[in-house]
């Protein structure tokens, strides 16, 4: 066929050519071999770094469940998505943008939205120790705008549990130079309030507590710098307490604060009130109702200048406690019994009410600080005792009723949560596991992040 | 067939470069370069020889023919101009580039037909075998190919390439 384009001399290979031909196959061996050890590390590497770099945020979505995000380990990036059934502690700077703790692990991160709610960012995945599961993911934050405040997570080594503060929305946080042990903040504009003990917390075990002082302390730059504020009245009251156990800041102005003091039941089980008009310059003490068996905790808040809501409540036995909640019109001078709830061993009220209070479910200090009580208005409030319903009142805490829906839904199984509002109107309420549930009118709650 | 065996290569080894040459040196015409394309077809035979010990002439007269295409073209871009007196001139260059330029332009099972029946000078069986096919297929395809060729090369030479590619 192609005979005219052969080579009429034709090929006479030999052992030369052989040699060479062999000598060309090891080269294109070797080159292999060479080319799939190149090729396996650049795969070994590509694959570590793909394992190293890889964003954790692909996989999971805001309405995914708090076990899918479990799922991703490490710290989480920036950005990585949050479901609202990992939320422990909601807080809102305004309608659209909040920061929460969530529950990542066995660890908390800082989540934060900027739609109302509806879906969460991972801003810190690698907050200070102390704000995880072994404390029950205890601490408290609050937010004005990009400055936040981080306090009251379970003590440091050395006995501190400092207050830590940010500037960038929660992106790092540096710790506050006082304390050791910070018990509450309030922050009203850049105008910081901190009450700080000057004594290490004793670690489990350790020889009893003695008393510690109490200072107060203030900033007016966000946090940056602090000094204790020259205060008449105060140190002499607190500082009279065997031991501060839980210490409640609730400022109402720049000019008018309340502190709530209980020391431990074993050392008195007293419960102390303060009050500052003048912006901590002077305080006077205010009685406080509370006494004989619901002396174990207390819990304020407030709507107004001089509308104050005391809750108190008494030692729990078997998913219930006895409470009472006392109203006041004048800044705590005087105190009226408005609602409770009495049982297991507590005697009635000396007035007559009824029990328009729910037993179940724990209020301090069996929850976490002051986030069960939420008052809107003087005849506007929630109550969202621990491992209860969240219950409503609309003629200032006489009659008190669960709002419907939410323990369909799973609230008040156990899981830390809190509930918070801005307005009368705007609220929201979380529970590990449960979600995030969001009001708009105040009356109607639906869930965000489904 | 060639012998299996450690040595297999080895006997095999004048055989296969025989037909890598041939199949070379019909497409590009230098002795050199043939000798050349021989050597590396057979350097990949003898890499992958454990699968191919059983017939390797198909795939030695396909690895073969692509490395002469390959080189052909690469010598066909332009060189620098000579100095002096020309050397030998092979009178089939002209065909050569023809049929390279028709080959490339067959669909690939003609080609693979053609190259490996006519240009391997393989069997109509050892093809079937090599593609995969029967052999009636293989009658198929190669007459379509050369159908093919004989056209293409009519539109690049004239009338005449009919008589040179007769078959």
């Not at chain 1, 006041?328 to 000396?350: F, H």
């Not at chain 1, 929630?382 to 200032?396: A, E, I």
């Amino acid at each position: 066929m192609f005979g005219h384009l052969d080579d009429p001399l034709g090929a006479s290979p030999g052992a030369r050519e052989l040699a060479r031909v062999l000598r060309r196959a090891h080269v294109i061996r070797a080159r292999r071999r060479v080319a799939a050890v190149a090729a396996c590390v650049v795969v070994i590497v590509g694959f570590a770094g793909y394992l190293a770099g890889r964003p954790q945020t692909v996989h999971i979505s805001s309405t995914e469940t708090g076990y899918q995000f479990n799922e991703l380990k490490g710290p989480l990036a920036v950005g990585t998505p949050v479901p609202t059934t990992a939320l422990v502690n909601v807080v809102f700077d305004n309608a659209e943008r909040g920061f929460a703790l969530a529950a990542h692990r066995d660890q908390a991160v800082l989540a934060e939205t900027t739609d109302g709610g509806s879906s969460w960012q991972v801003q810190n995945g690698d907050l200070p120790s102390g704000y995880g599961q072994s404390t029950g993911y205890a601490g408290q934050f609050e937010f004005v705008g990009s400055d936040g405040y981080l306090w009251g997570g379970a003590p440091e080594s050395d006995g501190s549990v400092p207050l830590w503060v940010t500037s960038d929305g929660g992106i790092s946080w540096r710790s506050a130079a006082i304390g050791p042990v910070v018990y509450d903040v309030s922050a009203i504009g850049s105008n910081v309030w901190a009450l700080a003990g000057a004594c290490n917390v004793e670690p489990v075990g350790g020889a009893p507590a003695a008393p510690c002082p109490v200072v107060l302390e203030q900033s007016l730059d966000g946090g940056a710098s602090w000094s204790a504020v020259d205060e008449a009245g105060f140190t002499e009251v607190v500082n009279a307490l065997p031991l501060a156990q839980r210490v409640e800041l609730a400022r109402i102005t720049l000019s008018r604060s309340y502190v709530l003091t209980t020391s431990a039941p074993d050392q008195s089980g007293t419960t102390e009130l303060l009050f500052t008009g003048d912006s901590g310059a002077t305080w006077q003490t205010r009685p406080v109702p509370c006494g004989g068996a619901f002396d174990l905790g207390a819990e304020i808040a407030a709507s107004g200048t001089d509308d104050l809501w005391l809750l108190c409540g008494s030692q729990a036995s078997a998913g219930q406690q006895s409470k009472q909640l006392y109203r006041s019109e004048d800044g705590g001078t005087t105190w009226t019994l408005t609602a409770s709830a009495t049982g297991l061993g507590t005697p009635p009220p000396a007035a007559s009410q009824p029990n328009t209070l729910t037993l179940g479910g724990y209020i301090a200090p069996y929850s976490i600080g002051h986030k069960n009580l939420a008052v809107a208005s003087p005849t506007t409030a929630w109550l969202y005792p621990f491992r209860s319903d969240l219950f409503k009142t609309v003629n200032g805490g006489l009659a008190w009723s669960a709002v419907p829906g939410l323990d369909t839904a799973g609230f008040g199984s156990g899981g830390p949560g809190n509930v918070t509002f801005i307005s009368a109107q705007q609220g929201w309420i979380c529970e590990y596991g449960v979600g995030l549930w969001h009001t708009s009118d105040g009356v109607h709650w639906y869930p965000l992040g489904v | 067939m060639p012998a299996r065996g450690l040595d297999g290569f080895d006997l095999a080894f004048p055989d296969l470069y025989r037909l890598a040459y041939r199949v070379a040196f019909r497409i590009l015409g230098d002795r050199g370069d043939a000798e050349d394309v021989a050597q590396e077809a057979l350097a990949r035979t003898s890499v992958r020889w454990s699968r191919l010990e059983d017939r390797p002439e198909g795939w030695v007269t396909r690895v073969a023919s692509n490395l002469a295409i390959d080189r052909y073209r690469r010598r066909r871009r332009p060189a620098l101009p000579l100095n002096g007196p020309v050397g030998i001139v092979d009178p089939h260059l002209g065909e050569r580039g023809d049929l390279v330029a028709a080959l490339r332009r067959l669909p690939r099972r003609q080609r693979q037909a053609v190259v490996l029946r006519y240009l391997g000078d393989l069997s109509e069986a050892q093809t079937a075998l090599e593609m995969g096919c029967s052999i009636g297929a293989v009658k198929s395809h190669g007459a379509r190919g050369l159908t093919s060729l004989r056209r293409h090369l009519s539109e690049s030479t004239g009338a005449g390439g009919d008589n040179v590619w007769a078959s």
